[in-house]
T-cell receptor, first 117, second 110 residues
Framework: DARVTQTPRHKVTEMGQEVTMRCQPI?????VFWYRQTMMQGLELLAYFRNRAPLDDSGMPKDRFSAEMPDATLATLKIQPSEPRDSAVYFCASGLVQGAYSGNTIYFGEGSWLTVV | LAKTTQPISMDSYEGQEVNITCSHNNIATNDYITWYQQFPSQGPRFIIQ???TKVTNEVASLFIPADRKSSTLSLPRVSLSDTAVYYC???????????FGAGTTVTVRA
């Protein structure tokens, strides 16, 4: 059963520390999303990758967040330095674009639960 | 990107049918309509997708009128385990800003 895998599942860190979250998209998918979820803001889109290229990251705080795809099987989201307001669940999701009408089925990982104290 | 509007919450009882309507007045020609379900401590998961008319699978039905400006997710005979947040997502994977709305919290009571 293909699935999106995220690590770590849970992370507690101190303010100012660097946090790196990793995601393995479903094999063969060419599109990766990073979302952040909090009670107050709901699901926020942070970044969008297609064929490993970051096509949109306007949802990310630029000064401290960065997202990359070193290869097709790994996407990373880094926060440096972390702040308490970054505490949230970070979801990675992947999908397959196959032309102009690709639908909008995306598959989510279980999330990385981040607490910054 | 089509903006969606759906009720914040709905209550139901076991065995009843639950219908959640989502409005998306500015849906684009290449946009699909997909519903996701999210349980606490889990990521959203796909329930059903449609483009127009009616789609049915083993867990739900999706009704889409001809103008496609709204859609209705129908959950037949709900059980306690159907208590979750349901999101209507309208767009296409080619959208750089495929964003979710606030979702509908469905609570099923015994």
């Amino acid at each position: 059963d293909a699935r999106v895998t995220q690590t770590p599942r849970h992370k507690v860190t101190e303010m100012g520390q660097e946090v790196t979250m990793r995601c393995q998209p479903i094999l063969g998918h060419n599109t990766v999303f990073w979302y952040r979820q909090t009670m107050m803001q709901g699901l926020e889109l942070l970044a969008y990758f297609r064929n490993r290229a970051p096509l949109d990251d306007s949802g990310m705080p630029k000064d401290r967040f960065s997202a990359e795809m070193p290869d097709a099987t790994l996407a990373t989201l880094k926060i440096q330095p972390s702040e308490p307001r970054d505490s949230a669940v970070y979801f990675c999701a992947s999908g397959l674009v196959q032309g102009a009408y690709s639908g909008n089925t995306i598959y989510f990982g279980e999330g990385s639960w981040l607490t910054v104290v | 990107l089509a903006k969606t509007t759906q009720p914040i919450s709905m209550d139901s009882y076991e065995g009843q049918e639950v219908n959640i309507t989502c409005s998306h007045n500015n849906i684009a020609t290449n946009d699909y309509i997909t519903w996701y379900q999210q349980f606490p401590s889990q990521g959203p998961r796909f329930i059903i997708q449609g483009y127009k008319t009616k789609v049915t699978n083993e867990v739900a039905s999706l009704f889409i009128p001809a103008d496609r400006k709204s859609s209705t997710l129908s959950l037949p005979r709900v059980s306690l385990s159907d208590t979750a947040v349901y999101y209507c997502l309208v767009g296409d994977l080619n959208d750089y800003k495929l964003s979710f709305g606030a979702g509908t919290t469905v609570t099923v009571r015994a």
